[in-house]
């Protein structure tokens, strides 16, 4: 967002992100975000805050962050060479105002075939546990992506494309001089 030339400031909420629901992987998304953005709104009303989730899934199977880097290899590998989607929500709300609105995007994105050293290099040049899927876009993720059908920003996590045009509906506009 910095890039993008919009001046924000950063709250972690302690929200844990729910994957042990049955729901599609928008429900999933639409759900933790929202979680998210309550959570700091609640706690700061008079403020606009957005808040995104983003998770990655393949054969129907949701695939969150993982909890270790046998984890993270065991993600890469399926990924290898194969197509899946990722889908980030964004919620965007100012409390005080009464003003909320939602939306979702999904990209699809897809894997060069990956040997075991190719994984492995790769993780140690990223940090795995922090990223739904064990992978980034940006960075050394050209090295893994063969290439993405739709928002390359979604993939990173935050589709700026229809994000940006929303956040005006809110009075916030980039400033032109960090762009």
């Known amino acids: 967002m910095f ?4 001046d924000f400031e950063t709250c972690a909420p302690q929200i844990a992100e ?3 629901v049955d729901l599609t992987l928008r429900e999933l998304t639409a759900l933790n975000a929202l979680r998210k953005a309550m959570a700091v ?37 399926r990924l290898s060479g194969r197509a ?9 709300s100012h409390l005080r105002r009464g003003k909320s609105t ?33 992978y980034a876009a940006q960075g050394v993720g050209g090295e893994i992506i063969e290439n993405i059908d739709g928002s390359f920003t979604n993939v990173v996590g935050l589709p700026m494309e229809k994000t940006v045009p929303v956040l005006a509906e809110f009075g916030i506009e980039p400033n032109p001089q960090t762009n």
Do not use: W
């Open 3 to 6: 890039e993008a030339g919009f």
């Open 18 to 20: 729910r994957f042990d």
């Open 41 to 77: 709104a609640r706690a700061h009303p008079k403020k606009i805050v957005l808040a995104a989730d983003t998770l990655v899934a393949i054969d129907d199977r949701v695939l969150g962050k993982p909890n270790s880097v046998d984890e993270a290899v065991a993600m890469l590998q």
């Open 84 to 92: 899946h989607e990722v889908c980030t929500s964004v919620v965007i």
């Open 102 to 134: 939602s939306f979702s995007e999904i990209s699809r994105v897809r894997f060069r075939r990956l040997s075991r050293d190719e994984i492995d290099c790769y993780l140690q040049r990223i940090d795995p546990l922090d990223k739904a899927g064990a």
